[in-house]
């Protein structure tokens, strides 16, 4: 297609003009559109160099790598080309270094970074105890004394060796224990 202006070169840009709710579009030479005010200079170059640096990353060789692409243990010195050929950490450094693939990896090994199978008996011992703990320092907070007595006996119960903990903190007829 031909310039709409000098009707000599083919023309390169279309330039989309609206006014009065009326679209017209006009297809220009490079020459016409810089010639005639319609594209600024400086866009263009600027346009141009973020293509450009675009198609730089796309063209980018599959085996090509960046510094950053491929960070290095800083105890050991593993990188993670090594790590992903051994499939093994070097050090514990390598966790923090390599975090991004080791969560990779497990997420991918078992559907998930998240525990949601049978839990350690300690552990749900442990975790009503940080609950209770939670409790009493809401309760504290909000000057609820009563409750934070129950709830600091509760947990004086369950930190005792071989005693069972009553979690409700010793509830009366229609009382709910906190939760």
């Known amino acids: 297609m031909l310039c709409e202006k000098c009707r000599q070169r083919q023309a390169e840009i279309a330039i989309r003009e609206e006014s009065g709710g009326e679209t017209r579009e ?6 016409c559109a810089g ?9 263009t170059s600027m346009v141009e160099m973020i293509f450009d640096a675009a198609l730089g990353l796309v063209a980018r060789p599959v085996g090509a790598q960046t510094a950053a ?24 450094a ?3 270094a390599f975090r991004r693939d080791t969560e990779a990896m497990i997420r991918d090994m078992h559907a998930g970074v998240r525990h949601v199978g049978k839990v350690p008996a300690g552990a749900v011992a442990a975790r009503t105890c940080a609950e ?6 809401r309760a504290i907070a909000s000057q609820r004394f009563e409750e934070a007595a129950r709830l600091r006996d509760a947990l004086a119960t369950m930190s005792s060796p071989g005693k069972s903990a009553r979690v409700d903190g010793g509830a009366k007829g229609g009382e709910h224990a906190p939760q």
């Open 35 to 43: 010639a005639g005010g319609l594209i600024d200079k400086k866009l």
């Open 69 to 92: 692409d491929d960070p290095v243990c800083p105890v050991c010195g593993m990188t993670r080309q090594a790590f992903r050929k051994r499939e093994r950490l070097g050090c514990e």
């Open 132 to 137: 209770l703990e939670r409790a009493l320092k």
């Open 94 to 96: 390598c966790y923090t």
């Open 26 to 31: 006009l297809y220009v030479c490079q020459a």
